[in-house]
């Protein structure tokens, strides 16, 4: 798989807190240039980025991000003021204490919730599976599909740990039909989007691979 084809599976991320607006600029450039999925940016920059995208790349944002333990009302209120200004795609924070609590149906109805401020648009539930157990894994599948979501994601980030082969191999095994895969967090390697695309992963979460296009197209005209 060249990298060209890759680079369609990737959301082109810039989620630091010390993101700045030259900074989302440029990325939204990147993904334009690099024919990348989305951007996935901090809620603040959505309507400047929207403006400034002029429809040349989807945008994409986070809410409830990244913890995941902000009230109801306030992810929805997230999401409806982000695609208000122009999200099309929402990434969005399961609240982990539910999940350790066995309050699936909190979950669930959260996720419900958020789908249908989001209609048309897609939404994708991150579920930071490296704070979980397998069954706590296996039950947010099932979840995360009988709640509506567009995709499950792997992780934020912003935790111990990001997107691992054995949780996308987990994933496509119990997710419903009609769930796509959200890997996120670590991809750092050409070889390991590929495999994760190869496992069942529909999207990418990272900045990397960008970088590794763009300096191979100046190694190329050098």
């Not at 959301?11 to 900074?23: F, G, I, M, N």
């Amino acid at each position: 798989m060249e990298i060209k084809e890759v680079l369609s599976y990737v959301d082109h991320t810039l989620l630091r807190p010390t993101a700045t607006w030259e900074e989302i600029r440029r990325l939204i450039d990147e993904a334009a240039e690099f024919g990348c999925a989305s951007v996935c940016i901090p809620p603040s920059f959505v309507a400047d980025a929207a403006e400034y995208a002029e429809d040349r790349i989807p945008i994409c944002t986070v809410v409830g991000f990244p913890n995941g333990y902000s009230s109801t009302a306030a992810k929805m209120f997230e999401a409806q003021e982000a695609i208000d200004e122009g999200a099309s795609e929402i990434d969005m924070v399961v609240n982990l204490g539910w999940v350790k609590d066995d309050l699936y149906e909190y979950v669930q109805d959260e996720i419900e919730q958020l789908k249908m401020i989001c209609e048309d648009k897609i939404l994708k539930v991150i579920i930071e599976a490296s704070e979980l157990s397998e069954r706590e894994k296996i039950k947010l599948c099932r979840v995360v599909t009988d709640g509506g979501a567009n995709f499950i994601k792997t992780s934020t980030g912003f935790a111990g740990g990001g997107a691992t082969f054995d949780d996308v191999m987990l994933f496509r095994e119990y997710i419903g039909a009609g769930v796509q895969i959200k890997a996120a967090g670590g991809i750092s390697s050409l070889e390991d989007a590929v495999r994760f695309i190869e496992l069942g992963a529909t999207r990418l979460g990272t900045s990397r691979l960008v970088r590794i296009a763009r300096a191979e197209a100046e190694k190329d005209r050098a």
